[in-house]
């Protein structure tokens, strides 16, 4: 573990090699997991504010399950998310040529709205917990990432570098720095 002013940092952000394989995966951390993609509180917001903008790219499932519930819920554990499709696929996904992707998302690229996603999505499979004291910055292994992480392997490309721009976007460039530093630091993170 590492620590930047008050962020705990897993060994495994910079030990892991990682780079999203879409033509494998599928997208599908939009549509496995328990519960639907976490939301920071000054994220429900901008979800209320760019869902009209958003709506046009969403299947009909996910705007009657977003009319019916609402634009994000709090799941079982207390959080905020976005709600889920007969608990499985997020309500704002939309998929393309087999391909599942943030209906969000494509609104951004489309220059529709300013806000890309959720941040937790942005920053997936790295995961951040806030604790009273620290923030913890940890690696979440899942097995739909398997082909990102052989891509990532025959690249060379640390987790943390490919999710530079949602590290930047979460914490600021001087944390990015930072790890950038730390890794040059220690050899021993780089895999032969």
């Known amino acids: 573990m590492f620590q930047i002013d008050d962020k705990i940092i897993s060994r495994a952000v910079f030990e892991t090699y ?3 394989d879409l033509s494998q995966c599928k997208g599908n951390c939009c549509v496995e997991g328990e519960s639907g993609a976490p939301l920071e ?4 917001p901008v979800l209320e504010a760019v869902y009209p903008l958003v709506e046009p790219y969403l299947t009909e499932q996910g705007k009657a399950v977003i009319k019916k519930h609402g634009k994000w819920i709090i799941d079982s554990d207390g959080d905020f998310v976005t709600p889920l499709i007969n608990g499985r696929e997020c309500a704002y996904y939309y998929r393309e040529n087999g391909i599942t992707y943030c209906a969000i998302e494509k609104a951004y690229f489309e220059k529709k709205i300013d806000f890309r996603k959720p ?3 942005h920053l997936f499979p790295i995961r951040i917990k806030e604790y009273s004291d620290f923030t913890a910055v940890n690696y979440e292994e899942v ?3 398997a082909s990102a992480c052989r891509l990532g392997e025959q690249k060379k490309m640390p987790v943390f570098r490919f999710l530079k721009e949602p590290l930047i976007r979460k914490f ?4 990015y720095v930072q790890l950038e530093t730390l890794y040059a630091e220690y050899p021993d993170f780089r895999k032969s």
């Open 119 to 121: 941040v937790s999505c």
């Open 41 to 44: 509180e000054d994220e429900l």
């Open 172 to 175: 600021g460039e001087n944390f």
């Open 143 to 145: 097995k739909i990432c």
């Open 18 to 20: 990682f780079e999203c």
